[in-house]
């Protein structure tokens, strides 16, 4: 990040506005501002500047940021950050996004072998898809009539009719923020059957705080749900941003060899000054 001209200055204070070249790219409408970190030139301990960044009035907008990073062992490392600025959990559609990033980076070809929040992972590029595998799932929790479960992140999953005219918003609050989940949160995931096969899913997400367009993580959680309740792999999942997949082999009330499938895209480039005080 090149060092521009002194913006300000007082007798108390100097800031020098350093120019960061960032990505935004989107994974079913899920987007996220993607930063080539592997010089490790970004503040990243420097909450309210990501926070800034991925607010939609005053800054590039976005559901997370996402660092790319290298590491000895792997192609690249993810780091995500929630809208909130702070540091965050398994993500399936920025890690889809990350791969892709990848890519036209030249950081990989078309198979990558990567290091995330959850521990390692696998995605292959396959024309406009990505098939991200997940990390297994080894048990689903039964909340009376609702499910809990981890698939690199929290989720609970609760079946829905007329999932269009929900409150999602109000609705997911209520669990995200009531005793047993208020401390630490949990992403919240509306469901619908559409068909023998498919479901529709809407989803509250911790960090964001508020309704996202589609989530990876959750999207694989409700999935693996239907299969418990007797749907065959691959799942067809709708959300609001798009469409994607879910492959899974059940193993007990487990679930191994699970796949995300579906697009990520370059949405646009650009640099924004990030002020730096010395």
């Known amino acids: 990040m090149p060092c521009l001209k002194i913006a300000r200055k007082s007798w108390f204070n100097c800031f020098y506005y350093m120019a960061l070249s960032f990505y935004k790219y989107q994974g079913t409408g899920n987007d996220f501002v993607m930063i080539d970190n592997r010089k490790l030139t970004f503040p990243a301990t420097d909450e309210q500047l990501i926070k800034s960044l991925c607010n939609r009035r005053t800054g590039i907008g976005a559901d997370g940021l996402i660092l790319l990073q290298n590491h000895d062992d792997y192609d690249f490392e993810m780091v995500y950050y929630n809208a909130d600025g702070r540091l965050g959990s398994m993500?399936?559609?920025?890690?889809?996004?990350?791969?892709?990033?990848?890519?036209?980076?030249g950081v990989i070809e078309d198979v990558a072998y990567f290091l995330a929040a959850d521990g390692e992972h696998q995605a292959t590029i396959e024309r406009e898809e990505i098939q991200l595998k997940m990390t297994d799932v080894v048990g689903v929790e039964r909340i009376e009539d609702d499910f809990y479960l981890n698939t690199g992140s929290p989720?609970?999953?609760?079946?829905?009719e007329n999932i269009d005219n929900l409150d999602v918003y109000a609705e997911g609050r209520l669990v995200r923020y009531s005793p047993r989940f208020n401390a630490v949160g949990t992403n919240v995931n509306f469901v619908q059957r559409l068909s023998d096969n498919s479901i529709y899913v809407r989803t509250y997400e911790r960090g964001v705080e508020d309704e996202t367009l589609s989530c990876g993580t959750g999207v694989t959680a409700c999935a693996l749900i239907a299969g418990l309740t007797g749907?065959?792999?691959?799942?067809?999942?709708?959300?609001?941003?798009g469409n994607l997949k879910v492959a899974f082999e059940q193993d007990g009330m487990g679930f191994r060899y699970i796949y995300l499938i579906g697009p990520a895209k370059l949405v646009f480039t650009g640099t924004v000054p990030v002020p730096e005080k010395v």
Do not use: D, I
């Open 231 to 241: 749907m065959e792999s691959p799942v067809s999942v709708k959300t609001p941003g």
């Open 155 to 160: 989720h609970y999953v609760r079946f829905v």
């Open 91 to 105: 993500c399936g559609n920025g890690a889809r996004c990350t791969v892709r990033f990848a890519k036209q980076l």
